[in-house]
């Protein structure tokens, strides 16, 4: 296993679903003329739901929100990825591209309102486990160049070196984690605590596999879904 839940997070957090692909032989670059196009397309129909339903009120956003308060991070300070992204949609009207990796994340993560992490695997020592900070692993901001301890008791991906990947569950990831043009092997990981979440997330992985396959076709996949049971 790449990825995994310890005890203590599934046994309180007995919803959450999530998906995990894990691709190797990548060729990260610029993202092509037809994914800036299912991209554009991508954003203009969740800027077209917005329309019609509040962020807050979306289910899967709600969901992560009480996660949020759970475990002491006051959910309108700290937004989950997939409001941070949602929330930029509306005020902005655009998500400017990054890269193709980046791109395909961003764009599932909006059609269904979840977090999607994409991880470069050449920064992970071992295996990623979501579980509760002790307060001594170390997390570098994407916008820094120091490293910080995580709060006790907040959600993190950490590895076995205690580097953390990603901070608040699904705030803010690592700079180190963050993909690039030299990532040839990634994880990418969709998670949800809402009621539809077991189907939304088969559906997200069903979706990012079908992009990796036209943007990314030598690549290798393998996928797997996850929950407590």
């Known amino acids: 296993m790449m990825f995994g839940y310890d005890d203590a ?3 309180r957090y007995p919803a959450i679903r999530a998906g995990v692909i894990h691709a190797g032989g990548l060729s990260n670059g610029p993202s092509p003329p037809g ?3 299912e991209y554009r397309a991508g954003q203009q129909a969740a800027c077209a739901r917005l329309a019609e339903t509040a ?3 979306l289910p899967s956003i709600a969901a992560w929100r009480r ?4 475990f002491g991070a006051k959910p309108t300070q700290y937004r989950n990825a997939a409001e941070a992204l949602l929330r930029r949609l509306a005020k902005q009207g655009d998500i400017p591209s990054v890269n193709t990796l980046v791109d395909i994340g961003n764009l599932v993560s909006i059609r269904y ?3 999607v992490a994409v991880i470069d695997q050449a920064s992970i020592a071992g295996s990623i486990t979501v579980r509760f900070a002790a307060g001594c692993e170390l997390f570098t901001d994407l916008a820094s160049n120091g490293s910080v301890h995580p709060d ?3 959600v993190i991906f ?3 070196d205690n580097n953390v990947s990603a901070r608040r569950w699904c705030w803010r990831q690592s700079a180190q984690s963050a993909t690039s043009a030299t990532t040839v092997d990634a994880l990418i990981v969709v998670e949800g ?3 539809t979440a077991a189907a939304d997330i088969a559906s997200a992985v069903t979706d990012l596999a079908a992009l990796l396959g036209s943007y990314q076709p030598q690549a290798r996949l393998s996928t797997r879904t996850l929950s407590p049971a």
């Open 9 to 11: 997070v599934a046994a």
């Open 35 to 37: 994914l800036l196009a």
């Open 55 to 57: 962020i807050a009120d």
């Open 67 to 70: 996660a949020f308060t759970a």
């Open 113 to 115: 309102a979840v977090p």
């Open 152 to 154: 006790p008791g907040e």
């Open 158 to 160: 950490a590895d076995r």
């Open 193 to 195: 605590l809402h009621e």
